[in-house]
């Protein structure tokens, strides 16, 4: 006897996954070259030097039993200290290192923050368009997953919507911004009015309900402000990941602030380590961390996102295909010709462009495009875009 959710999760690839495999196969037919694959978001621009560095230089200088062994289950102090001292010096505002819990990057992050606020009965609330695997993670968790639908075309937030779908039961919100898929920023302005929202229904209720903010893409941001959100909403939680910011997802590192000026802060924190330590995810990488105590204030060089964000934005704006404005990430957020996403991503795939149609991010109609790919391939594929708008208008 198996754990039928667990068998289902593992036994059903993501249709993401999907795209990137068939986008392999093609390439050993028709040549890498030749495949336009916009499916999956593996950053492509080096980590900084530093780090690079900072790994050989660690590995040189420090005893090997240190650099390989366990460090406290929450993490090393000088590591959680640089963190701390680097959101002082950019914010301006008063953490310490105790409210660090050093993770094994944004996902189980989330996952310990979710059991940790699952309560029997507790919901949580994303909002659409929203990183996939927020669902997975919150009912495993025993947590209801709620869904609350986009504010299109601009992708901040749906206030009518969200204020409908709070209830008694809710336990937190999700946010992720910049966002993956839209590549949207959420304003200062939409998070000072969701931090209202959320103070008047906790008062309601008699219960705070937190901010669950995953931001791995804080630092992929293009000229706009993302607002530190525990500045805004007291009671916020905060699960970071370096795997984007430096360019690191196979390394596993990242971060949960929890403050402890948050209603019950210092329980919150324990029992997001306590589930953390049910999950055996304590003890983040031990280089990993040493590296971050030296370079938790580096940022990305992000000229190349930048570049490739301009040209999609410009060049398919002209040919008449819809979206929000991409401030963040490296995503772009497409209202899909003819209505029917999956028709239109099919129909690409059929011209070796793979997009994912949006259904899986709780928004069908739209398509996602992560452009961490080269300048070239955004070149050559944007014919193939006009190609295809054109087929679609004549419908
Ligand atoms: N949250 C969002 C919105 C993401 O896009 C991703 C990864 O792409 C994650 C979380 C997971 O990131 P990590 O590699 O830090 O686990």
């Known amino acids: 006897m198996l754990n039928p959710s667990a068998y289902a999760l593992g036994a059903n690839r993501s249709c993401i996954r999907d795209l990137f495999e068939y986008g392999c196969q093609r390439a050993a037919v028709v040549g890498r070259e030749n495949v336009y694959d916009y499916s999956l978001g593996n950053p492509s621009i080096p980590s900084p030097k530093e780090v690079n560095e900072a790994v050989c230089r660690i590995l040189a200088d420090t005893d090997s039993l240190q650099v ?11 590591a959680r200290k640089a963190i701390s001292d680097d959101l002082n010096a950019r914010y301006g505002v008063n953490t ?26 507790g919901e ?41 779908r709070v209830t008694p039961n809710t336990q937190a919100v999700i946010l992720n911004s910049p966002n993956n898929p839209s590549g949207v920023v959420y304003t200062r302005q939409t998070l000072e009015k969701l931090a209202a929202l959320l103070e008047k229904k906790a008062g309601e209720y008699g219960h705070p309900i937190y901010i669950v903010s995953d931001e791995p893409y804080r630092e992929l941001a293009y000229g706009v402000e993302v607002p530190f959100l525990p500045g805004i909403y007291r009671n916020t939680v905060i699960c970071y990941s370096y795997s984007k910011s430096l360019s690191l997802p196979g390394e596993r590192i990242g971060y949960v602030y929890v403050p402890r000026k948050a209603a019950d802060g210092e329980e919150l924190y324990a029992a997001v380590a306590g589930a953390a330590r049910a999950c055996g995810h304590v003890c983040a990488p031990s ?18 996102y930048d570049r490739n964000r301009k040209a999609l934005y410009e060049g398919l704006t002209q040919m008449g295909y819809e979206m929000a404005k991409p401030d963040g990430a490296f995503y772009l957020f497409i209202k899909a010709p003819g209505g029917d996403a999956n028709v ?16 899986g991010f709780g928004c069908p109609g739209y398509f996602r495009i992560c452009y961490c790919v080269s300048y070239e391939m955004i070149q050559k594929s944007l014919p193939v875009f006009g190609e295809l708008i054109r087929e679609f208008e004549n419908v």
Do not use: M
């Open 68 to 78: 390989h062994g366990y460090t406290s289950a929450v993490g090393d102090y000088a």
């Open 96 to 121: 310490v290192p105790e409210e660090f819990f050093l993770g094994c990057g944004a996902a189980p992050e989330l996952v310990s923050v979710f059991r940790a606020l699952a309560v029997p009965g």
């Open 124 to 164: 949580v609330l994303a909002i659409a368009p929203y990183f996939p695997e927020y669902k997975p993670f919150a009912e495993e968790a025993g947590l209801k997953f709620q869904v609350v639908p986009p504010d299109v075309p601009s992708f901040q937030i749906n206030f009518p919507a969200l204020e409908e």
């Open 287 to 304: 280089l990993w961390q040493k590296v971050i105590a030296r370079c938790a204030q580096l940022r990305p060089d992000l000229e190349s």
């Open 344 to 359: 239109f991503s099919q129909a690409a795939k059929k011209k070796d462009l793979l997009l994912v149609p949006g259904d």
